[in-house]
């Protein structure tokens, strides 16, 4: 009785297959976990938190001087203090966008079809990477890819 055996390419074939299967099998499983744990809207509202808290520790003597020189038309004394401002009140609805997301989150059921709210994210931090490399806008690119998962896990699942 003849014995055939496989050629050293149809052993590496079909191991690579199993591999992929294994990773794609696994990408899945991770994927899943993402979708279903509530952690995109607190990211975005710790990001916001951490905003609005480094105001007082990148900017002290922008937010001496709005407190010394009263509130009324200091915001517009010098480029230093308008930034200072803008800095401080980005973090507000920044905390307003993770808030309501996380209260989606909660419900355990992400409502379908919010790409307005995603492609404003996707936006933002685009933009905010671009014009200012060096900044915080790195800290949203785990938050915009969590939810686009889940809305597009929402919108597969809508009936």
Do not use: C
Request: no cysteine; charged share 20%; hydrophobic share 50%.
């Amino acid at each position: 009785m003849p014995v055939t055996m496989r050629g050293e390419k149809g052993l590496f074939h079909e191991k690579i297959s199993e591999e992929k299967l294994l990773l794609k099998h696994d990408w899945k499983k991770l994927q899943a976990y993402f979708i279903e744990q509530r952690w995109v809207g607190r990211w975005i509202m710790g990001v916001a938190i951490t905003h609005v808290v480094f105001t007082f520790v990148l900017f002290p003597s922008q937010i001496a001087f709005i407190f010394m020189n009263g509130f009324v038309d200091t915001g517009i004394e010098s480029y230093e203090v308008s930034n200072t401002v803008w800095f401080f009140f980005f973090g507000l609805p920044l905390f307003l966008v993770g808030h309501l997301i996380d209260r989606d989150e909660k419900g355990k059921k992400i409502p379908p079809f919010q790409e307005v709210l995603l492609f404003t994210l996707v936006g933002m931090t685009a933009l905010g990477i671009m014009l200012i490399p060096v900044s915080g806008f790195w800290l949203m690119i785990p938050a915009v890819f969590g939810f686009y998962l889940k809305n597009k896990s929402a919108n597969d699942n809508w009936n």
